[in-house]
């Protein structure tokens, strides 16, 4: 069986990051990604990105990907791909599956980085194929070059649904409209007002109510909603779209930490069942570490910071008192709580405090 | 069909303008390309002879033969 000191799931920004500052530290890390490359989302995020400096702001997703990729590579750190961790064995044992083998790695300290996933919502034929997760058609237009549809529906004004909407309207492809359930656009008003300025509409107070289609989407039904959010009768319009695209939110990738016994709580805005962590991303269970997305839906720039901590702590915690990772933790809780000051993180915040407001159970093994 | 290397199998599909990837064992549902990062399972197909492959996550190769699934699929007798 093959050994290493941290063991770290997921080589998007928090993994990557986790990854550069503990082997840089000096501990023998190792980074497992179920993909061919590393980067996580951000190889499929070609916009530029807002934010400061030290965070890559200017700078497009995919060359943040880039740039931590070579980072990681500068150090020993051992890089597993097209490798899934597939489950947790006591006492410290993750299980390895690629195509050709399964195979078992011990470790120490274990940081879990695995993202999210893409959510769904309720309407009829939710299911019929030509509805995408945004990610989705990020993936096809920005990493294989591919067009999606012809006529596409977004669903949510996030700046996820946004954004892609206007890289969707680069590709030549048309937006019918944008649909958001709120009755104010979700994401930065620069974002909203280029996509108006070239006539497609972003209907709030509206919703999806159902996709058309037998064997594939041929059309869909949205309606106005009220205060509560519920469809209002006779308000259907039909909009002839081949693509519907859905923008409403990520859901951290919890199965494993669930597997691990961490203790999880519900916490809806952090985008749902989160592991219990502390403000250095320890989980209940010592020793086992979260950091990005699967600790709270937020930006990769904070993914890149929560990486950097639980990257130095876990490794503070395995060899003993360190300057320099004690530096590196407090500087980037100091980034951390600059960044969440900003229009998006109030929500992060509000959902970090009622999580530290939590006490965790006890663990159980 | 034609495609890129480099590209996943679902990604060459949709390319090529294939919407259905598999049909669903009890409702006989239509499933195809959703969140394109092996999570979801939407594309489930029969990839040289082996069932349940997300083709999301499937390098695209010469000669692959890539079959839409029924319900959960068979594994032949020996694989195993």
């Given amino acids: 069986m093959k050994h290493t000191e941290i063991a770290i799931v997921g080589g998007g920004p928090a993994g990557l990051c986790a990854g550069i500052v503990a082997a840089r530290l000096g501990a023998r890390v190792t980074v497992i990604d179920d993909n061919p490359r590393l980067g996580g989302q951000l190889i499929k995020q070609t916009h530029k990105f807002f934010g400061s400096k030290s965070h890559y702001c200017g700078t497009r997703g995919i060359d943040i990907a880039t740039i931590l990729e070579q980072e990681l590579r500068k ?26 083998e399964f195979s078992k790695l011990t470790y120490e300290r274990l940081i879990i980085a695995t993202g999210a996933y893409e959510n769904n919502i309720l309407f009829e ?128 990738l919890v199965e494993l930490l669930s597997q691990i016994n961490c203790h999880l709580v519900y916490i809806p805005e952090l985008g749902g069942l989160v592991a219990w962590h502390n403000d250095n991303l320890e989980t209940s269970v010592p020793g086992v570490y979260v950091a990005g997305d699967v600790s709270g839906i937020e930006e990769a720039s904070t993914a890149i910071l929560e990486g950097r901590i639980a990257g130095a702590h876990a490794f503070l915690s395995l060899k003993g008192k360190n300057p320099e990772a004690e530096k590196i933790i407090k500087e980037a809780k100091k980034e951390l709580s600059a960044i969440r000051q900003g229009p998006f993180g109030e929500k992060a915040i509000r959902g970090k405090k009622s999580l530290w407001s939590l006490k965790p159970e006890p663990v159980r093994i | ?71 959960r699929g068979k594994l032949k007798t020996g694989d195993l």
């Fill in chain 1, 75 to 100: 150090t020993d750190a051992e890089i597993i791909l097209n490798t899934t961790v597939v489950g947790y064995f006591q006492p410290n044992i993750l299980g390895l599956a690629s195509r050709q």
């Fill in chain 1, 125 to 252: 034929n939710n299911d019929l194929p030509g509805v995408y997760g945004a990610g989705a058609v990020q993936t096809l237009m920005n990493v294989y070059g591919i067009r999606p549809g012809n006529r596409i529906l977004m669903v949510g004004s996030g700046n996820i649904g946004l954004i892609v909407s206007y890289q969707l309207l680069q590709a030549g492809i048309e937006v019918a409209a944008i649909v958001e359930a709120l009755p104010v656009i979700g994401g930065y008003h620069v974002h909203a007002a280029k996509i108006r300025r070239l006539g497609v509409p972003i209907l709030t107070s509206h919703t999806i109510k159902a996709a058309l289609g037998r064997e594939y989407v041929t059309g869909a039904i949205i309606c106005r909603v009220n205060r509560n959010l519920q469809p209002i009768k006779g308000t259907e319009k039909r909009l002839k779209v081949d693509t519907i695209c859905l923008a409403v939110g990520l859901s951290p």
């Fill in chain 2, 1 to 71: 069909m034609q495609g890129y290397l480099g590209e996943t199998i679902a990604a060459a599909l949709v390319a090529n303008g294939v919407k259905v990837f598999r049909y669903t064992e009890k409702h006989k549902r239509a499933r195809g390309f959703f969140c394109a990062v092996g999570k979801c399972s939407s594309c489930l197909m029969v990839v040289d002879g082996i069932p349940n492959t997300m083709v999301c996550m499937e390098p695209l190769r010469a000669g692959v033969r890539v079959e839409r699934q029924r319900g």
